[in-house]
């Protein structure tokens, strides 16, 4: 098939690109493909939302009857957390950039259905279950588009009786809007060098539960925001509680992925958090409904690539678009979106949007993510008290305009961070409980994660004994842990022999593997279309 602009993603930002070209010419034939059966399946958030990207796109959004967002946040709180107490920071400490006020509590998969809707009735095509595996290039090397992957391929590599082969989209312009460490977005920035200037992306990983808690418990549009216990002063990463409607609340942890100790798991260090006591009030006599996981961007300004290549452009969170200090990206990965569509429909005959690459940091994005700059490298150095200095040099862009550190590089990419298992204080943790507390195979069954069996594995690795050679005797396997899904094992056998064991169906598709492996060894690459996670209201 041929178009005019293809887009990898039926994400925020690959949504309102598909928008925002119906609206400047209606004429452009615009398709989105998404690797989810259903929009909004693969979509994780918060989310906290920053209407201002919706404002932008779809001025009249709040009149709507089917408005995905209605629960704006009326309090705003924030804590440090020690293993018994909550401390209290007041709202006067932080600059006004880090508000709430104004954003709205909701669901992210909801959005993207909205926003769907919309561009459907402009006429965008939208193809749900449909992985694109594959940039396809011209004879000059500039993308002319992608293919998405067969179908009905055994695990033995040959077609079966189900087989139904790929096709190939090609357009004027690529658009990818995959999300953070996508996996055609890691393809082109190797190839084109995208990122020769700004060096490595860091990431960090999201966990969140939805909870139905107990009558009189859920308080509409209270948020609140944590940092401690249960993380030491070296590792990143907090949590988010967000109140909404119906009794939900969301419940989540990040923990950035350039921690050190390779015994860390994320996955048990959000758990721990809910047995706090402030949380073990909130959380008893509820039930857990939802669970999903999902790597997010947070290098920030200095770690954006360059946006804009030989036939397309990397919007929302594959180009890294996200607000750390904030925890936001959705309204940035909506106004990248528009400003690819607008410089494509302005400059037709150009090779590549170049108004898009040239004008993201003079424009709204910039002013977002230029202020908070050095929260994440401080943070990264420091530890907590380097998200202390954060914190002022955001007071000083507020006060003074700048910043006295002008804006510092990250030293290091996320898989680079690890110390050997014997260097450091192997971290145990408690059994699950089953009441606040579970483990990770009861968590993907609430994901609705299912991929066909029959299917080669999407997990690759470049070298398949390198995780037992190596990464067992030095770091213990860290795969086992960080991984919030039970996909990695390493069994031992009667005769003491171990082997690395992968298991793909319960993937949740958070990319952590690809991100934080030492040797870099997995590549995550997409599974037939349609398999994964599917998130109803993440």
């Given at each position: 098939m ?18 925002r070209?119906?609206?400047?010419s209606?004429e452009?034939?615009v ?5 989810g059966?259903e929009?909004?399946?693969?979509i ?10 919706l404002?932008?796109l ?12 209605r ?6 709180r ?7 107490r ?11 950039r880090?508000?709430?006020?104004g ?8 959005v ?7 561009a459907e009735?402009?006429?965008v095509e ?6 694109a ?7 000059t090397g ?5 293919a998405?992957?067969?179908m ?11 087989f139904t082969?790929?096709?190939e ?5 690529t658009?990818l ?7 055609l977005s ?9 990122d ?8 960090g990983?999201?966990?969140k539960e ?23 002063r070296?590792?990143?990463?907090g ?7 119906d009794?939900l609340v ?5 923990v950035?992925l ?5 015994t860390?798991?994320?996955?048990d260090?959000?758990?721990?958090f809910k ?9 008893a006599?509820g039930?857990?409904?939802a ?8 290098g ?7 946006v804009?290549?030989p ?12 607000n750390?200090?904030?925890?936001k990206?959705?309204?940035n990965?909506?106004?990248?979106g528009?400003?690819?569509a ?10 590549e949007?170049r ?13 977002d993510l ?11 150095r420091?530890?907590?008290?380097g ?6 040099d ?9 910043s006295?550190l002008?804006t510092?590089?990250h030293?290091?990419a996320?898989?680079a961070s ?5 260097e ?7 059994n ?9 195979l ?8 299912n991929h066909?069996e ?10 398949p ?8 005797p ?27 064991v ?6 949740v ?9 030492p040797?870099q ?6 599974p ?6 599917n998130?109803?209201?993440?």
């Amino acid at each position: 098939m041929t178009c005019d602009v293809v887009i990898v993603g039926a994400g925020p930002a690959g949504l309102a690109a598909a928008i925002r070209l119906k609206q400047r010419s209606p004429e452009l034939q615009v398709i989105v493909v998404e690797k989810g059966a259903e929009t909004g399946a693969h979509i994780l958030s918060g989310v906290v939302m920053d209407p201002m990207g919706l404002d932008a796109l779809l001025p009249g959004w709040r009149e709507e009857d089917d408005r995905p967002l209605r629960q704006e946040v009326v309090e705003d709180r924030f804590a440090f957390l020690t293993r018994e107490r909550a401390f209290s920071v007041p709202e006067m400490l932080f600059p006004a950039r880090l508000s709430n006020k104004g954003c709205f509590v909701g669901s992210l998969g909801e959005v993207t259905r909205y926003l769907a809707g919309r561009a459907e009735g402009l006429g965008v095509e939208i193809y749900t279950g449909f992985a694109a595996t594959e940039i396809l290039y011209d004879e000059t090397g500039r993308v002319a588009g992608i293919a998405t992957g067969d179908m009905g391929v055994g695990k033995d590599g040959q077609p079966t009786a189900a087989f139904t082969p790929g096709m190939e989209l090609r357009a004027r312009y690529t658009l990818l809007a995959e999300g953070a460490r996508g996996s055609l977005s890691k393809q082109v920035i190797a190839r084109h060098g995208l990122d020769r200037d700004s060096g490595f992306q860091k990431y960090g990983l999201g966990i969140k539960e939805v909870w139905e808690v107990a009558p009189g418990k859920c308080h509409p549009g209270l948020i609140r925001h944590t940092v401690g216990w249960p993380l030491d002063r070296h590792t990143g990463g907090g949590s988010f509680v967000y109140h909404g409607a119906d009794q939900l609340v969301t419940v989540g942890f990040v923990v950035h992925l350039d921690y050190a100790n390779p015994t860390l798991s994320p996955f048990d260090e959000f758990q721990r958090f809910k047995t706090h006591p402030s949380m073990r009030d909130l959380l008893a006599g509820g039930r857990r409904v939802a669970y999903g996981a999902r790597a997010l961007t947070e290098g920030g300004w200095q770690a954006v690539p360059r946006v804009a290549f030989p036939g397309g452009a990397l919007i929302g969170c594959a180009a890294g678009f996200m607000n750390v200090a904030r925890i936001k990206g959705s309204h940035n990965a909506i106004l990248s979106g528009m400003q690819a569509a607008d410089a494509i429909v302005a400059e037709p005959d150009l090779p590549e949007p170049r108004s898009y690459e040239a004008g993201w940091r003079m424009s709204a994005i910039g002013r977002d993510l230029y202020p908070v700059r050095n929260v994440k490298p401080l943070w990264s150095r420091f530890g907590l008290a380097g998200l202390a200095l954060g914190g002022l040099d955001m007071w000083a862009h507020a006060l003074a305009g700048g910043s006295v550190l002008g804006t510092l590089r990250h030293r290091k990419a996320d898989h680079a961070s690890l110390r050997p298992r014997a260097e450091v204080t192997p971290i145990v943790y408690p059994n699950p409980d089953g009441v606040l507390t579970f483990d990770r195979l009861s968590s993907v069954y609430l994901s609705g994660v299912n991929h066909e069996e029959n299917q080669p594995c999407h997990l690759r690795l470049a070298d398949p004994l390198l995780p037992i050679r190596e990464n067992l005797p030095r770091f213990g396997e860290p795969a086992r842990l960080y991984c919030p899904a039970g996909v990695y094992e390493v069994a031992v056998a009667a005769d003491g022999a171990a082997s690395f064991v992968i298991n793909a169906q319960n993937c949740v598709h958070c990319k952590t593997c690809d991100i934080k492996d030492p040797a870099q060894n997995i590549t995550w690459t997409p599974p037939e279309g349609g398999g994964g996670p599917n998130y109803a209201n993440m």
